[in-house]
């Protein structure tokens, strides 16, 4: 099965340093969703797995969560796309959950419940703890410059991961698509 992991804010949507609480603050990045269909559209199942402690904090609940990610699934669906399912980490990172990124314990329960082989999976994130968990999960890592991306890469802590994991680098989804969708 062709499969793509994605992170949500600052892959798919911009982000914010004051989290996207509501609807009305989820904005996708120009591009991302038109990405996602296109991969959909040769067969890729696409799937998304985000860390959203702004539950924990206090800042939304899982309803309006939920309300966030219709509105994100009906803009995919307006271009023709469409997301398998998404996974979503709602714990404050003092929890020490083994389902916060950098911890890979939602792609392993991706894994058992979709049989993907995460060593052919690539997973397309923006920040240090994406580029980590890739590690610690088996994928194979893409940063996109969009979001925390740029900030990445400039981070000291970049070019130890790049010696653990070749990590390939594109400006955003929508190139990362063009990438996937050549080979």
Not at 72 to 93: N, R
């Amino acid at each position: 099965m062709k499969s793509i992991i994605l992170d949500r804010d600052g892959v798919i949507n911009y982000d914010s340093p004051h989290y996207i609480k509501s609807p009305d603050e989820w904005h996708p990045i120009p591009g991302s969703l038109e990405a996602i269909a296109a991969l959909n559209r040769v067969g890729y199942h696409v799937f998304v797995i985000t860390n959203q402690s702004g539950v924990a904090r206090g800042l939304y609940d899982l309803e309006i969560l939920t309300l966030i990610h219709e509105k994100f699934l009906h803009g995919l669906a307006s271009v023709g796309g469409y997301i398998d399912e998404i996974f979503v980490c709602p714990h404050h990172p003092d929890e020490k959950c083994i389902c916060r990124k950098p911890q890979p314990g939602l792609f392993f329960e991706l894994k058992e419940r979709y049989a993907i082989d995460l060593s052919q999976t690539y997973f397309v994130g923006d920040s240090l703890s994406d580029l980590e968990v890739s590690y610690r999960a088996g994928v194979k890592p893409i940063l996109v410059r969009t979001g925390n991306g740029e900030k990445t890469l400039k981070d000291s802590n970049f070019p130890a991961l790049s010696k653990q994991q070749t990590i390939l680098v594109f400006d955003n989804l929508e190139k990362t698509a063009q990438f996937i969708l050549e080979r």
